[in-house]
């Protein structure tokens, strides 16, 4: 992979990853999601990253409790039921997130 990739797209593609909901969220990583917000500081202020760091563990803990995201495994389904059941408002930030990692592949993809 590191051929194809320079070491910021490999950095980006391994935090996006941690938003992954596969297996009950087996790859959640709050640091490595800090650090996409800190990539991306035009979208999440110094403010934003700190509410991030007591965002992202309630909304883990939030989202393996609630039956609705029972076996969702990906992430364009997550950002879906997130505003089906409305948690997109009670965790934006997290959602914002989530909203990069949907963009980011297709924007930055080299074109060949």
Same mark, same amino acid.
Do not use: W
């Given at each position: 992979?590191?051929?194809?990739?320079?070491?910021? $797209?490999?950095?980006? #593609?391994?935090?996006?990853?941690?938003?992954? =909901?596969?297996?009950?969220? $087996?790859?959640?990583?709050?640091?490595?999601?800090?650090?996409?917000?800190?990539?991306?500081?035009? !979208?999440?202020?110094?403010? !934003?990253?700190? &509410?991030?760091?007591? !965002?992202? =563990?309630?909304?883990?803990?939030?989202?393996?409790? $609630?039956?609705?995201?029972?076996?969702?495994? !990906?992430? $364009?389904?997550?950002?879906? &039921?997130?505003?089906?059941?409305?948690?997109?408002?009670?965790?934006?930030?997290?959602?914002? #997130?989530?909203?990069?990692?949907?963009?980011? =592949?297709?924007?930055?993809? =080299?074109?060949?």
């Amino acid at each position: 992979m590191n051929h194809r990739f320079n070491e910021v $797209s490999t950095e980006l #593609l391994d935090c996006i990853s941690c938003l992954n =909901p596969a297996n009950n969220f $087996s790859k959640f990583n709050a640091d490595k999601l800090i650090r996409l917000a800190e990539i991306y500081a035009e !979208d999440f202020t110094k403010a !934003d990253r700190l &509410l991030l760091t007591f !965002d992202l =563990p309630r909304f883990l803990m939030n989202i393996r409790r $609630s039956e609705e995201f029972n076996g969702c495994q !990906d992430v $364009s389904t997550l950002a879906r &039921l997130m505003v089906q059941t409305n948690k997109h408002t009670s965790f934006q930030l997290v959602y914002r #997130l989530i909203e990069l990692a949907l963009i980011l =592949p297709m924007a930055t993809a =080299p074109v060949e």
